[in-house]
C-alpha cells in the first residue's frame, strides 16, 4: 500500500490553491500537513478522498482504501454510542464494535444517546468510526478539534497503533501528536498564483 502524489494540483471553488505536490508515502508513515487557515490542507485532503477531481497532476490512492474525518462528526443524535457505531460497521462490514469503543474509551457511554454527548465525546465517538471501516489510509482533517490533553494522547495512541499495523495517516493539524516518526510538509512553497481551473465548485461535492 502506498499513496503517491505526482505533481498535483488542488483547487477550491474554481481557483487553483495548490500546485506541484510530489511524494510518496508507504505503509506505516505519517504525514503531517502544515499551514495557516486557507493554505489549502482541507482542499488537498477532499481531492485525495475523492470528493473533488484534481485540478492538474495525479494522485494513485483507490477511494475504497480512504476513511475520510473531516469537522463533522456524522452522528445521528437520536442513536446510541453503540447504535451510531454498529451502523457504520455494518456498512464496512465490521463484526465488532467492541475495539473501537475501547480503543477511545467510549464503552461506559455506549447505550448513551448521541445527542447527549459533550462535544469533545462526540469528537471520539466521530473518530471511532475510523476504526471499523477497516480502510488503510486515514486522512484526518483536524481531528483533535474539542479534545481535551488526555483525549488527543489517546487519539495518537490509535494513530501509532493503525500505522504500526501497516496503515497510512495523513493529517491537517496544529496540534503536536506526538508522533516523532512522522514527516511534516509545510504547503507554503506549494501555494498557487491565483489562477481558474475547470470551474468545479467543491462546494456541491
Not at 448521541?114 to 462526540?122: E, F, N, P, T, V
Amino acid at each position: 500500500m502506498q499513496v503517491k502524489l505526482d505533481n498535483l494540483a488542488v483547487a477550491r471553488g474554481g481557483v487553483t490553491v495548490l500546485r506541484g505536490l510530489d511524494l510518496v508515502l508507504h505503509t506505516g508513515q505519517a504525514l503531517i500537513l502544515r499551514g495557516p487557515n486557507g493554505s489549502g490542507k482541507t482542499t488537498l485532503l477532499r481531492t485525495l478522498a475523492g470528493l473533488q477531481p484534481a485540478a492538474a497532476g495525479s494522485f494513485d490512492l483507490a477511494p475504497d482504501a480512504v476513511a475520510y474525518a473531516a469537522h463533522a462528526d456524522g452522528l445521528k443524535p437520536t442513536l446510541t454510542v453503540a447504535e451510531n457505531l454498529r451502523f457504520w460497521a455494518s456498512i464496512h462490514g465490521t463484526p465488532d464494535i467492541d475495539p473501537a469503543l475501547d480503543a477511545l474509551d467510549l464503552a461506559t457511554l455506549q447505550h448513551r444517546p448521541a445527542g447527549q454527548l459533550s462535544a469533545g465525546q462526540k469528537r471520539r465517538l466521530g473518530l471511532a468510526r475510523l476504526l471499523v471501516t477497516g480502510r488503510p489510509v486515514w486522512l484526518l482533517d483536524e481531528p483533535t478539534v474539542s479534545l481535551d490533553a488526555a483525549s488527543v494522547a489517546l487519539f495518537a495512541g490509535v494513530v501509532r497503533r493503525h500505522l504500526a499495523g501497516g496503515g497510512i495517516a495523513v493529517i491537517a493539524t496544529h496540534v503536536d501528536l506526538g508522533l516523532p516518526e512522522a514527516e511534516v510538509l509545510d504547503l507554503a512553497p506549494y501555494r498557487a498564483r491565483i489562477s481558474v481551473s475547470n470551474g468545479f465548485d467543491e462546494a456541491f461535492a
